[in-house]
């Protein structure tokens, strides 16, 4: 398994949260609980968290390959609900 961890500033964490466990609700198994949202998709799961003062995003993918291309889909996503303040400065580290 491959792990990658980006904790993002952003006032607004829980409403995109939210806002894209709601869009991927209709096609993808998701739990969205107390600050939480849980996405999981064929080959890898995004853990979502959000406080205050930012959003965090954790992704555990089948392989490195498949890690490098949920990055890039959660983030395009998140950027989408979040156009006034897009492009979220995403900074993967591995976890």
Do not use: N
């Amino acid at each position: 398994m491959a792990k990658t961890i980006a904790v993002v500033p952003t006032e607004s964490g829980w409403k995109y949260v939210q806002q894209l466990c709601k869009h991927w609700a209709h096609k993808l198994e998701v739990d969205l609980g107390d600050q939480k949202g849980v996405v999981k998709f064929a080959e890898a799961t995004a853990v979502m968290t959000s406080d205050a003062k930012a959003l965090t995003v954790e992704i555990e993918a089948s392989s490195a390959d498949v890690l490098e291309r949920m990055k890039a889909v959660v983030s395009s996503h998140l950027d989408r609900f979040a156009f006034r303040e897009a492009p979220l400065p995403f900074e993967w580290k591995a976890a």
